[in-house]
């Protein structure tokens, strides 16, 4: 009979601090919030890369002409790219997790 009580005393035990870690797990998890970023995206991505080439390419056309136009689009796109990424990294380093 006492063999009993003390199994029926670490199982009550064992539930208890099941319930407690639940508790604990989901408080915690509940206080983070997760940002979207808005800086992220397919959209804003092709928005940037073809505002570049396109001034890239104006830029190139008075220049080089058509050839030159060609190679500013390019340069354009590339550096529209370039600040995608930083904006996208710049909103993750302000709003951290």
Same mark, same amino acid.
């Given at each position: 009979?006492?063999?009993? &009580? ?17 508790? /604990? ?6 206080? &983070? ?14 928005? &940037? ?19 030159? /136009? ?12 370039? @600040? ?6 710049? @909103? &993750? ?5």
């Amino acid at each position: 009979m006492n063999r009993q &009580r003390a199994k029926h005393l670490m199982s009550l035990l064992l539930a208890a601090c099941l319930l407690l870690v639940t508790f /604990a797990i989901s408080t915690d998890a509940a206080q &983070r919030r997760h940002h979207r970023n808005r800086e992220a995206g397919k959209k804003k991505a092709a928005k &940037r890369i073809g505002v570049g080439a396109a001034i890239g390419a104006a830029a190139g056309g008075l220049i080089g002409g058509r050839k030159g /136009a060609v190679i500013g689009a390019g340069a354009g796109a590339a550096g529209g790219g370039a @600040y995608h990424v930083h904006k996208k990294r710049q @909103y &993750r380093r302000r709003h951290p997790r």
